[in-house]
């Protein structure tokens, strides 16, 4: 046997061992795309798994804007941001986000992983400490190693253990961080920002805040979880991404000059990536417009989300106050959720079910995620299914 494959006999039985417990993943092709339908194979799906929660990444002024902007920027950027990579393009983008967050300047980046990457890493480093959400995104994870900070994790959204913590440790560390999704991206729930906020305040902590799952979604004008929750001006960083709600491809950093500074001169994630396409900014740029003119949407997503929750049969007493359009569906073992998964696609249903590592262990689940052009019959019909196949199914969070 050629050496080089004999070194790889490793993967083959780690591979073999994670397929045993259902754990393996597989990538399907799209082979077309009709609306809010998807063709997979020879089978037409309705798309539940996608974060276009606006439905504006096939909107025609979006895809118009993307084609004007390849045709006049070129395929490609060329370069990173401070050596060639920054077009007139890219300042209108952030232009447009820092008034459209009400910050004096935003940060662009590749995704809205390297974005949380490049914020963290530009914070705190050896001497310092970020503290966790145990449900935090897989990004907030990795920028927290990343940087050498000391990593410490409280429970979903447990903010008397993580006062307990900080009033324990916080002498023993240079700067901290309390870095948390605004919307946790499995459960669909809000962290608790304004409480959070106070405690970090109060023990001198730098806070971020990941708007991936709300940017475009939640609170005025869609600003996010922050202007929901009416902590914006207090929080160090807010993350936002356009390849959600936005329709788009990237992510950024809202904040102080400052700040945003401090990143551009400091982040790896920034300073030797290549820039956004111009492609992918012209379709963000026409999308922020249309979530300024279009408020609309939001309201209709927020609706359809009442309304999928209510026919799945969850008390009105449980239903969240700010709903989001990430609902899970909480089933336990892994190849019970794969099961259902298929179920669903078999009924004409694109729903993913989602295991660990990125979600705990024994809380495998199917997650929904709507979208403000599904009508409202479609989600009626997929409540009524899964009711079918999962009598009284649970919602995390």
Request: with cysteine; glycine share 10%.
């Amino acid at each position: 046997m050629d050496d080089s494959l004999a070194t790889q006999d490793w993967m083959h039985a780690e591979a073999a061992a994670w397929k045993a417990r259902g754990l393996d993943r597989q990538l399907a092709c799209v082979e077309a795309v009709d609306g809010d339908r998807i063709r997979v194979g020879e089978n037409w799906l309705w798309n539940l798994a996608s974060n276009d929660y606006l439905g504006l990444a096939r909107h025609p002024l979006v895809q118009q804007a993307a084609s004007r902007a390849a045709l006049q920027w070129g395929g490609g950027a060329g370069a990173s941001p401070l050596v060639s990579g920054w077009s007139r393009l890219h300042q209108d983008l952030t232009d447009d986000l820092a008034a459209f967050e009400g910050v004096p300047a935003v940060a662009l980046f590749p995704s809205g992983f390297s974005a949380n990457l490049g914020a963290i890493v530009s914070l705190v480093g050896p001497g310092d400490a970020v503290f966790l959400d145990r449900l935090d995104h897989a990004c907030l994870v990795a920028g927290a190693k990343l940087s050498g900070a000391r990593v410490r994790v409280y429970p979903h959204n447990d903010l008397d253990r993580l006062a307990n913590a900080l009033q324990r440790e916080r002498a023993a560390y240079r700067r901290v961080l309390v870095a948390t999704d605004g919307v946790f991206s499995m459960d669909g729930d809000l962290a608790p920002l304004p409480e959070l906020v106070d405690l970090a305040e109060r023990f001198h902590a730098m806070t971020l805040v990941d708007e991936a799952h709300a940017t475009g979604v939640l609170g005025p004008q869609g600003r996010g979880a922050c202007a929901l929750l009416g902590v914006e001006d207090r929080v160090t960083v807010r993350v936002g991404t356009l390849s959600k709600a936005l329709g788009a491809m990237g992510g950024f950093v809202a904040g102080s000059r400052v700040l945003v500074d401090r990143i551009l001169n400091r982040a790896p994630a920034y300073m030797f990536s290549t820039s956004l396409a111009p492609a992918a900014v012209g379709a963000a740029l026409a999308a922020l417009g249309l979530v300024r003119a279009e408020p609309e949407r939001r309201i209709r997503l927020a609706q359809l989300c009442r309304q999928f929750q209510a026919s799945l049969g969850i008390p009105e007493m449980k239903l969240p106050e700010f709903p989001t359009p990430i609902i899970p569906i909480v089933v336990g073992k892994a190849d019970r959720a794969m099961q259902l998964a298929l179920e669903l696609r078999d009924a004409g249903f694109l729903v993913p079910a989602i295991r660990p590592p990125t979600v705990p262990r024994g809380t495998s689940r199917l997650r929904v995620s709507l979208s403000a052009t599904l009508s409202e019959d479609m989600v009626e019909s997929l409540a009524m299914k899964i009711g079918q196949l999962q009598p009284g199914p649970g919602i995390a969070g």
